[in-house]
């Protein structure tokens, strides 16, 4: 039996928890009279949050689990004890994922870092217990408060893949094939339409280590803007992307016409989104080891006005300038422990002092990369008691 194995939209009801509530109880104990109001306070109920990941990629954990409700607070008790806090439910989900309130349509959250937290629903605060209304006036107080209300909400996830470079192309254009020889990324290649049914992304390393996030889409056919074949559902994921890499079949696999394949494809992405198509783009002409394609490339200049980068995946070729084209484009930070004189954090080395003496002055100390000179920061001291 089939399953889904990726979901980029999904509709959730979140809730909080409730909040326990305080209790009114009176000292009760041995040659102890009028031991007076010990009524302890209610939990807080625990939040729903949504924390990024680079561990998943789906949202197909909430399409079997829609319903995301964190624990409620548990109700104070006598001799001043205070209920627990119910416990958070913290939802991992990937990096990218927009949270809209599905009643109001509001931006809730988009979470794009790792470790990025956002409390969805907050947990309702804890009850008072009748100690705390003892007074001159009132000795014998039996008022307490229940916990607070849950907060209960509808929200839809919905995935906007993080990539610097989005490839888009007609079906069996050889984006999955650009992709897997770039990048350490594994995608489905065969030689038939549509064997991309997910977004895939991988990493293009250079030799400095400076990296730029590639995207491959599911092919897009004419109409896919008005909803035609896989339309909009995958279109989205190139939103984030700085640069849009066409990929054009320039043998014209299936009778098909490259100039018209390249029109086609600009007119789907400007009437989806105009500011998409105004954004930097590459136009890359593949599968050049044909002998159509040696003799579709001139007449594709000529119709589009456009010179492509000329690439070939059986042997490698042209590769390297895509790649090139991409990092001046992205320009992406070298990641390169060696290289202290390009950020501002570290001075030259041309400028340290002299260290072969007895003493290492002070000053050489501003170039030992690895040591944490910053003081420490204070930290708070945690709250006591109940957290209202």
């Not at 004189?341 to 570290?346: I, S």
Request: glycine share 12%; proline share 6%.
């Amino acid at each position: 039996m089939k399953t889904r194995t990726f979901i980029d939209r999904i509709e959730v009801h979140v809730r909080s928890g409730k909040g326990g509530d305080g209790v009114a109880t009176f000292r009760r104990e041995a040659l102890v009279s009028e031991g007076g109001p010990d009524g302890g306070d209610g939990g807080r109920g625990g939040d729903v949050v949504l924390k990024g990941s680079i561990h998943v990629n789906s949202l197909i954990a909430l399409f079997f689990d829609p319903h995301l409700y964190a624990e409620n607070g548990v109700n104070g008790g006598n001799r001043r004890c205070f209920g627990r806090r119910g416990k958070d439910l913290v939802v991992p989900v990937p990096l990218g994922t927009i949270v809209t309130d599905v009643d109001t349509g509001l931006l809730v959250a988009d979470i794009t870092e790792a470790g990025q937290t956002v409390v969805v629903a907050k947990g309702g605060a804890g009850g008072f217990g009748n100690c705390h209304f003892k007074s001159s006036v009132n000795q014998v107080p039996t008022e307490h408060t229940l916990g607070g209300a849950p907060e209960e909400r509808k929200l839809l996830l919905e995935i906007k893949t993080i990539a610097d470079a989005g490839l888009l192309g007609f079906p069996n254009a050889g984006k999955s094939s650009i992709l897997s020889m770039v990048s350490s990324a594994t995608p489905k290649i065969a030689s038939y339409p549509f064997t991309t049914l997910n977004p895939m992304v991988g990493q293009i390393e250079y030799h400095d280590f400076a990296q730029v996030t590639m995207a491959d889409v599911p092919g897009i056919i004419e109409g896919a803007a008005r909803g035609v074949g896989l339309g909009i559902d995958f279109l989205r994921h190139l939103e984030r992307a700085r640069v849009l890499v066409y990929v054009i079949d320039m043998a014209g696999t299936d009778n098909r016409e490259p100039w018209k394949d390249y029109e086609v494809l600009s007119k789907e992405i400007a009437e989806y989104n105009v500011e998409l198509s105004e954004r930097p783009m590459l136009v890359v002409a593949n599968k050049m080891d044909e002998e159509a394609a040696q003799e579709n490339l001139p007449r594709f200049i000529k119709e589009t006005g456009v010179t492509p980068i000329q690439v070939n995946c059986v042997d490698g070729s042209g590769l390297d300038v895509l790649k090139e084209e991409l990092r001046k484009i992205v320009n992406p930070k070298p990641r390169s422990g060696w290289h202290h004189g390009e950020t501002e954090e570290h001075p030259p080395l041309s400028e340290m002092p002299d260290t072969t003496g007895e003493e290492i002055p002070a000053e050489a100390m501003k170039f030992a990369t690895f040591l944490k000179l910053d003081p420490p920061k204070k930290k708070s001291h945690p709250s006591r008691g109940n957290i209202h």
